[in-house]
């Protein structure tokens, strides 16, 4: 039908109940297609979704460890080997968006027992701190290994904020989630530098400045973009420092 | 039609329509939320404040792209018609649905943090000067605020109050809130890992939008130059040429351009021909696309209707709108270009009078 009123052509007037009978049809099989469209639409758009990754908080295995805190230069947890299972060094989180460095600063070099949520994704571990307390007299004697240098590396990835990408939030990554890491990290949340190829078998590592310091809003520009930066990596027991040297960063897509 | 402003005058169309619309945004929502999750390839599931994020969105941008296909497809085919009828309601639905994304992304990416919600919006990402990274979510704020003032302005006090060429054109802007949602999404969601489907139904939004408004824009040009009586025949000192009787069916009009590119409907009904303008007072619907009813004008957006003499609407509406003065010579009818102001009486042309 064209746009041209014609004596024949049906005539639609929205406040007259009554609709022309070839109209009536025509409306009937305009709202199944659309409502029939938007239901394909939803099912095709929401089951193609890509995969989060297997990340998430592990309510059912609260934390509880004794160990030491530290401060490199993001709050780290210190827990000694014990018999089969080696020392392990973990990263710490605040509740919410904010990160632990007021438990890790009154506490500093102090050996302590710590409760909290662990959030895992594979072999990365952030430990959502809920109570630090002194601990018993047994710890006496611990002293954590120091950092093995792993000399210069080039690595291609993804700044994330540690605690989003370990599954706090699925999906925690991305361009979409870049506001929120910003707020994440801006909260004291330590960033997360995810490779896309592994060192020592290791995809994911704690971040530093060059000198081994916080990083600040030098980063905001990189954050959750696809890039290629230089630095040196230490290991921390099983947990691998970036000491990245942003001067060398290069945005690849 | 109404002398008096209430929320909503509703009858059995607008009811309908209405049903249909939330029927189809609640399949939406649920098959989204409820049931496609069961489908997905996953090691876990997306959070269900994420998962709500998306499908909210995502409706409000489908949505966005039926509401601007449904101009052009009415100008194109007349059955569309009724779907104009009630596409404010459409439209608030939209600003609704919207909202609601605006209100999730707000409790989820922009909560649990020592800043407040609404200033980490603002303040968490600024790199303003980069394409990559660029704070999409700006360009979501812009839309969503034009959509609540369209659907804030959506009722006909505000048309009235405005005047219909300003309030048009503050509707008009329903076009930059397209492109603002497009550039969030383009340089948001469809900067995550590779989503083949949700890029085709973006790109199939934009290309239809586009697509549909420069055809309808290239077919609205031919028919201005088809009607090249009214402006290649300058006769009779001052009148043109605009066809000829037979040519316009009983009770519907002829509608021709006029030099300036301005549009008069000529109609014929009980032996009669009147012209007015073909723009509706109301909002710029095109009458010569109406019918006769009932011995008026009836505009075939909002069903206005105007006397044929005189232009005004039957009391005890107010509305009027230029009438313009015809001659009969044999079949061929001539028309005054010069528009007389709204209301001015011109008596009928009775046709076979001058014979």
């Given amino acids: 039908m064209?746009?041209?009123?014609?004596?024949?052509?049906?005539?639609?007037?929205?406040?007259?109940?009554?609709?022309?009978?070839?109209?009536?049809?025509?409306?009937?099989?305009?709202?199944?297609?659309?409502?029939?469209?938007?239901?394909?639409a939803a099912l095709a758009l929401s089951s193609t979704q890509n995969d989060p990754g297997n990340g998430g908080f592990q309510w059912g295995n609260r934390f509880e460890q004794a160990g030491l805190l530290e401060l490199r230069p993001y709050p780290v947890f210190r827990v000694p080997a014990d018999g089969d299972t080696p020392a392990r060094t973990y990263m710490l989180a605040g509740q919410g968006k904010r990160g632990a460095f007021d438990a890790a600063e009154a506490n500093r070099e102090k050996t302590v027992s710590l409760r909290g949520v662990p959030v895992n994704r594979g072999d990365l571990t952030m430990i959502q701190v809920g109570k630090v307390t002194a601990a018993d007299g047994e710890m006496t004697g611990f002293t954590p290994s120091g950092p093995v240098p792993l000399g210069r590396w080039k690595l291609t990835g993804e700044i994330c904020d540690g605690k989003c990408y370990a599954g706090a939030m699925r999906p925690g990554r991305g361009l979409a989630h870049k506001a929120c890491a910003d707020l994440c990290l801006t909260g004291g949340i330590p960033p997360v530098f995810v490779s896309s190829g592994p060192v020592e078998g290791r995809n994911f590592f704690l971040m530093a400045d060059s000198e081994g310091n916080l990083l600040g809003d030098e980063i905001d520009p990189l954050l959750a973009l696809y890039i290629e930066v230089e630095g040196d990596i230490e290991r921390l027991d099983d947990l691998m420092v970036f000491k990245a040297d942003l001067t060398t960063a290069r945005i690849l897509k | 039609?109404?002398?008096?402003?209430?929320?909503?005058?509703?009858?059995r169309n607008k009811i309908l329509y209405d049903a249909v619309l939330l029927i189809a945004v609640a399949l939406y929502l649920y098959v989204f939320i409820r049931v496609a999750p069961a489908f997905e390839d996953v090691t876990k599931p997306v959070d269900g404040a994420i998962l709500r994020t998306r499908a909210f969105g995502s409706c409000a941008f489908l949505m966005l792209t039926v509401i601007l296909c449904i101009g052009p497809l009415a100008r194109r085919d007349r059955r569309f018609l009724p779907l104009l009828y009630n596409r404010r309601h459409f439209g608030v639905m939209t600003a609704g649905i919207a909202a609601v994304h605006a209100n999730y992304v707000l409790g989820w990416y922009f909560n649990f943090s020592p800043t407040d919600k609404y200033v980490a919006l603002l303040s968490s990402n600024t790199s303003y000067t980069q394409l990559l990274g660029f704070p999409f979510e700006a360009f979501g704020i812009a839309a969503l605020l034009i959509l609540f003032v369209l659907a804030a302005t959506s009722h006909d006090f505000w048309l009235s109050f405005l005047g219909a060429p300003l309030w048009k054109a503050l509707h008009m802007l329903i076009y930059a809130a397209y492109v603002f949602i497009v550039l969030h999404v383009a340089l948001g969601a469809l900067q995550g890992p590779g989503d083949p489907i949700f890029t085709a139904v973006v790109a199939a939004s934009v290309v239809l939008v586009c697509g549909l408004h420069f055809a309808t824009g290239r077919m609205e040009v031919g028919r201005d130059r088809g009607e090249e009586t009214a402006k290649a025949s300058l006769q009779d000192a001052g009148w043109v040429v605009a066809g000829e009787v037979g040519d316009i069916d009983n009770n519907c009009a002829r509608v021709v351009t006029l030099e300036g590119g301005e549009r008069v409907a000529i109609f014929k009904y009980d032996g009669k021909l009147s012209a007015v303008t073909n723009v509706c007072a109301h909002q710029n619907g095109p009458l010569g696309e109406g019918k006769v009813l009932w011995g008026c004008i009836t505009c075939p957006w909002h069903g206005y209707q105007y006397n044929l003499a005189d232009g005004r609407a039957p009391a005890p509406f107010t509305e009027k709108i230029p009438t313009y003065r015809l001659k009969l010579i044999g079949t061929t009818v001539l028309l005054d270009p010069n528009a007389l102001p709204p209301g001015t009486h011109v008596d009928p042309i009775v046709i076979g009078a001058d014979a």
């Fill in chain 2, 1 to 11: 039609m109404s002398v008096q402003f209430t929320p909503v005058i509703w009858n």
């Fill in chain 1, 2 to 40: 064209s746009w041209r009123q014609t004596k024949a052509a049906p005539f639609f007037v929205g406040y007259l109940n009554a609709v022309p009978k070839p109209l009536v049809v025509f409306l009937s099989v305009f709202a199944v297609c659309f409502i029939g469209g938007l239901g394909l």
